[in-house]
């Protein structure tokens, strides 16, 4: 089927427009007189955010019967290749650090998921994300050294919204010493949480990134870099907790040019549930050089939780899938949820206008990566992306083993 | 996990022993003093036979939503290695025909599986299965030129025994007139039905298999050779029809001798629904050199059906899987209908002796391919046979396509 990236081939001016027009395009502006009707080159940012966070999945271990299950997949030379973002795709990254989380409280399964198998590879953490920087050829793209970090969410079931509570707590961390903003007390707990005993946790997903963050933008503090967050449901949480991190604490710029201002820190946010209070809103907006672009999607429900005394920041792209003539309509709660559709949903979303037309030749097919929602005449296979027999191998003997993770050269991984 | 394959490297007079034994182990002495306790031989010759039987089953294409949904995957010089019979495997064979079947009566849908795409490779045909010939390699394990084939069953659900009616028909085809014998049919209009419009059964699969062992039969008619047949469910009921006309019209022999006894011919089924009346029976005791063998499992209703005024024929090897203490207790209609629960059972089998031992180191892994039948200690992943992204390869250009067929140099293929 036919891929919107052929045509970036074919006008190269049109790829220098995001080389050109990136603040513009990473909320310089909050956005204003881009989002409807959608700009062009908008959509096509947007969606490659997501598909940095579609990464995020498509690189998960979810098989709870496989020891690894919770881990990474595909190695960090390996992983765009392998989630499909090489071929034919002029975004081009290297993925520097691998993150992995885990949570000092109790929080729905969904969150950690844990094998069945007594050989687990871990007991209590999770791949969580990775970061990623711009590689020479990927700036004349971009426009920018841009640092990206993906935060993966939850594998594509609902059922962890019920275990869902609404407790909030301070964020010492981030907020350093002021109590007063809240935020949910199960975001704040994986990004945050360390565990003496973990090979992979001894310090927090907030640590490892930090750590990293600080790293990059040293070791590229004399060209113009940006940073960007990408995660869609909990990976868009823990995203929203992750950007303010970076700039209320000046993660953002150099560790000798204290006093000046930090780099633009941008955050695109796909069907990300609430995070904080009213107060964390309000903390959130006196921050200077940090955006945060929200994309939801009209009946999915995740951007309503948790419902009560929650506080929604940054700026709102409200899409509408059920719009689009591709689908099976309704759709249901899954569909309306998963990141691939709020991606085909912003690649057609036509705004005030109303109805549906694809403006960026996405390929439909992807919709139904992990969904049945295409309808019947496209015949794509539903829930296709699999690995081979289920990542089982035959050795040369004639048995099967399960090979489903590929060593990384993480010196943490054991 | 062990395979046991590896075990007959180790021990070459093993293998010798299949070379040398294997009138026997094909039912020359109709399988008498082998069965309880069961042979080690006969439990790889009938493992063997399974394998080939389901070969069929992975080979075929059930996706409806695939334009070349009812077709094979994978061409014939590619067969065995894709799915998993060539590595660590002594039985060497080279597949020289495919065979299709269409149907002139309504029959279950599950029978004739029909794309959904209305550029379907085909409106009215099903691949059905293929012929091959031991190769020379072969030969030294198998003892004998041996011409197989295997019929390919229904796929795994079974919501077709309740369309499934108990008519019974004059098999005339088979048996020259004579209109004594009837079978059910269903599988008299799979195995003889011919449809001029179409492109791949322009003539009936009786007819191009015939037309295959004929040539085969002759082309080899100064080596010793034997024919052999294997098919499931479906595939054992038009196994069945096949294994007996060939030998009632003397395709089991070259053209020029028609007057001396004809090859010995076996048929191995497993799980094999009811085919035919008490003449149906009584015909095909008369038959000589024709030898079947019928493997059915405790619980499995199919051995059963259709459950009036038909007969079994043959030799029955009864299984019982729910004696496996690797499998789920107590499994479900699936498990107990699957082949390779079947093999599994085989594998174990302990008789009168009672109980369950895996005699042979068939991987158990195996079980799980379509299943979600092992205990879950075993970290197996659920039917885990399935394409990479089941079929959607990525093109240069980034975008998908559904590649799931691989062509064949079939002169009738279009």
Known sequence: MRNWFKRKKKSTDKMDSIAKRWKLLSGKNNWEGLLDPLDHDLRRYIIHYGEMAQASYDNFNSDRASK?????????????????????????????????????????????????????????????GFIAVVTDEGKTILGRREILIS?????????????????????????????????????YSIYTSDDARSPLNKTSAR???????????EEYKHEEISITITGHSMGAAVGTLNAIDIVANGFNKPRDKGMT????????LFASPRVGDSN????????????????????????????????????????????????????????????EAHMHGVAGFQGAKGGFKLEVQRD??????????????????????VEKNNGMVQ??????????HEDDDDSTYT
């Open 280 to 339: 964390f809103r309000n903390a959130f907006s006196k921050l200077e050089n940090l955006r945060i672009l929200r994309v939801s999607n009209a009946f999915d429900i995740i951007p309503n939780y948790p419902m009560v005394d929650y506080s929604e920041i940054g700026v709102e792209l409200a899409i509408d899938t059920t719009k689009s003539n591709y689908l099976k309509v309704p759709g249901d709660v899954r569909s309306w949820h998963s990141l």
């Open 68 to 128: 690894n299950a919770g881990n990474f997949r595909y190695s960090k030379n390996h992983l765009f290749a392998k989630v499909g973002l090489e071929k034919g795709n002029l975004f081009k990254y290297r993925v520097t650090k691998y993150l992995y989380a885990t949570s000092s409280i109790q929080v729905p399964e969904a969150f950690i998921v844990k094998s069945l198998s007594r050989e687990s590879w871990s007991k209590e953490s999770n791949w969580i």
């Open 395 to 404: 050795q040369d003997d004639g048995s099967w083993n399960l090979m489903d």
């Open 364 to 385: 439909i097919s992807l919709v139904n990566k992990h969904l049945d929602a295409l309808k019947d005449e496209y015949c794509v296979p539903s829930s296709w992306w």
């Open 151 to 187: 935060w993966r969410g939850t594998v594509q079931t609902l059922d962890w919204v019920d275990d869902l509570d609404c407790f909030q707590v301070p964020a010492p961390k981030i907020f350093r010493g002021n109590t007063d903003p809240e935020v949910h007390r199960g975001w």
């Open 261 to 268: 201002s930090g780099c633009l820190v941008t955050a695109f």
């Open 207 to 217: 640590d490892q990134v930090l750590e990293e963050v600080t790293r990059l933008v």
